[in-house]
């Protein structure tokens, strides 16, 4: 069983940033890829920023509306996976949910999320 535990929530300006981390515990054979999604109020889950391993390139993956002010960026050796959030917008309150999926030595792939840290963004 894998645990995520994220962190760096909070309530922040509008045009401020904010980092988000996340931290796996458990035993873990690989993992690929990791990644954020959110959820605000009313919505559906949706994807923020995904990041492959080194092993498969490190390419990341970013929501239309996030690209150039988000960053996502991962530590193989932990398997901890980080999201820099600069001017953030009122549109960017929700519920951030790290994410990763499990490859086992069978190669059996599961999904795991974390609990989820909230994101307000408020003048």
């Known amino acids: 069983q894998v645990q995520l535990v994220e962190s760096g929530g909070g309530l922040v300006q509008p045009g401020g940033s904010l980092k988000l981390s996340c931290v796996t515990s458990g035993y873990i054979f690989k993992v690929n890829p990791m990644g954020w999604y959110r959820q605000a109020p009313g919505k559906e889950r949706e994807l923020v920023a995904s990041?492959?391993?080194?092993?498969?390139?490190?390419?990341?993956n970013y929501a239309p509306s996030v690209k150039g002010r988000f960053t996502i960026s991962r530590d193989d050796s932990k398997n901890t996976v980080d999201l820099q959030m600069k001017d953030l917008r009122p549109e960017d309150t929700g519920v951030y949910y790290c994410?990763?999926?499990?490859?086992?030595?069978?190669?059996?792939?599961?999904?795991?999320w974390g609990q989820g840290t909230q994101v307000t963004v408020a003048s």
């Open positions: 994410h990763l999926v499990h490859l086992s030595s069978f190669k059996a792939k599961s999904d795991y």
């Open positions: 990041i492959t391993s080194l092993s498969f390139g490190s390419k990341t």
